[in-house]
Each structure stands twice: as structure tokens, then as C-alpha cells.
């Protein structure tokens, strides 16, 4: 019990931190809500132009942009700690490695707090404003009470399943001289692959059956459709399934990998 009090610690410090930046926040918060009116006037244009091609609801698309846009900040990789990035590459990770704790669950309690913290001042104003907007760049409410509590659910799903793949990013830097590289390989790789440029739904068919089964769909695209109806029934199952399933093997994977890093682990300088 003592541990997990320790790494508690660790999430409420990061947490209190991440909770200074208010500025910053309302900021991004006009920022996001700049870049989801462009977005959702996108899409109407796009619906207009070829109803026929268009997968799902207006409604769904524009509360999906709204509801990303929220949590941006919780969910996109291209703002990984880089605190932790800069103790690997110039000795400082040597001091972590005195303290009696998990790297792995220190850094992932660290990077947890940080996220949640970020899209917590921003989400509610964000929410409240598309809200009041008028019809049709509303937020949608969701399709039901069901819809509501397993959207929250998965919401934290999602979120166990992008930092545990931030985590990968963070221990293959140990295998690096500069982690710069892994950290634009794999940012591309998230923000396309998962649906935050291009909304899961409007990949072809073959290619998004392919996407679905990885682990990028199961960050915000899963949740984001079953608040809206667009995923229920099976293939609402389905989708929560392969959620557990991508954060187990992530994680466990992870540790793994992080315990080989720790072992070949060289601190160079005096």
C-alpha cells in the first residue's frame, strides 16, 4: 500500500503543477476552438459537396471534433514529458535510479497527472462554449445514459492506452544518442493513424478495419463514437475489448522493456 501512496505522490505533484498554466490553457482553449469551427465548416463543405460518400451523422462528426478538441491535450503525443526525455539524454536519469520506486510506474504516474491536468482546464470551457453554439456547430448531447457512462469509461481507457505508448517512446530513448528523431517518427505515426487529422470513419473500408485493430484507435476514437451512437451493440463490445486488450500488452510489454533498458543502462561523464 505504501508504494502506491508513493506514486499517488508523484501524480498529485505533477498534477499541482500542471494546474499553474492557466494562461496557457485559456490560450489553447481559444486556439482549439479556432481550429474546430475550420474543422467542422470542413466537413460541411465536404458533406455538401458528396452526401452519398459521406459514413456518418453531421452531428456525430461535429461532436466528435468537439469532444477532440476538449481532450486534445490529454490524448496527442507530440506533448510527452520532456523532463524525462532531457534526464536520459544528460545523465539525469542516474538519480532517478537511486530512488526505491518503478521507474516505469513513477514516469507513468508523472505523465498521467500531466495530461489530466492539461485537459482538465481546458475541456470545460471548451464544452460549455461548443455547447452554446448554434445549430449545426453544437456539441451534440450523447446518444444516451449508456452511451454517457461507457464514453467516461473508455474516455479513461483511451488514456491508459496513449501514455503506455509514451512510455515506449521514453524507454527506447535509452537504445538513442538523441530521442528527437523517435519523437517525430511516432508522433506522425499517432496523430494520423489514430483519427486525430482524419476521423477513423472516413478511411476506406479495408484500411480502417486494419486501423481498428491497432492499438491508435482504441486513444480517442473509440470513446469519441460510442458518445455519439456511432458505435453500439458489438461492435461497441468489440471496440472497449481491444481497449483492455492494447493497455495490458502495452503496459506489460513496457515494463519488460524498461527492466532490459535499466540493466544495459550507461550514465556517461563524472
Known amino acids: 500500500m505504501t508504494k502506491y501512496k508513493t506514486y499517488f505522490s508523484f501524480f498529485r505533484i505533477r498534477f499541482n503543477m500542471g494546474l499553474q498554466y492557466r ?39 461535429v461532436s466528435y471534433i468537439w469532444l477532440r478538441e476538449a481532450f486534445f491535450s490529454a490524448f496527442t503525443t507530440w506533448n510527452a514529458d520532456s523532463d524525462i526525455f532531457d534526464s536520459i539524454v544528460n545523465g539525469g536519469i542516474a538519480y532517478e ?8 510506474h513513477m514516469w507513468f504516474a508523472k505523465t498521467t497527472a500531466g495530461r489530466v491536468a492539461g485537459a482538465g482546464l481546458r475541456c470545460v470551457p471548451l464544452l460549455v462554449i461548443a455547447a452554446m453554439l448554434p445549430k449545426p456547430f453544437r456539441l451534440s448531447m450523447p446518444a444516451g445514459p ?13 488514456l491508459g492506452v496513449t501514455v503506455a505508448f509514451c512510455m515506449f517512446t521514453y524507454i527506447l530513448a535509452f537504445f538513442t544518442i538523441s530521442p528527437q528523431g523517435l519523437r517525430v517518427l511516432f508522433t506522425s505515426m499517432v496523430e494520423f493513424l489514430s483519427g486525430a487529422i482524419i476521423p477513423l470513419p472516413f478511411m476506406p473500408a479495408g484500411v480502417r478495419r486494419v486501423l481498428e485493430m491497432l492499438p491508435f484507435a482504441g486513444m480517442f476514437n473509440v470513446p469519441l463514437l460510442i458518445y455519439s451512437g456511432e458505435l453500439s451493440g458489438a461492435e461497441m463490445l468489440s471496440g472497449i475489448g481491444r481497449q483492455c486488450f492494447w493497455l495490458v500488452t502495452l503496459v506489460v510489454s513496457g515494463r519488460v522493456l524498461c527492466k532490459a533498458a535499466e540493466r544495459k543502462i550507461v550514465v556517461q561523464g563524472g
Open 146 to 158: 449508456q452511451h454517457f457512462l461507457l464514453f467516461v469509461i473508455t474516455l479513461f481507457l483511451g
Open 23 to 61: 494562461v496557457a490553457a485559456v490560450s489553447g482553449a481559444a486556439t482549439q476552438l479556432l481550429w474546430g469551427l475550420m474543422e467542422c465548416l470542413a466537413f460541411m463543405a465536404f458533406q455538401k459537396s458528396a452526401p452519398e460518400a459521406y459514413p456518418i451523422a453531421m452531428s456525430a462528426t
Open 97 to 104: 535510479l537511486c530512488r526505491p520506486v518503478s521507474i516505469y
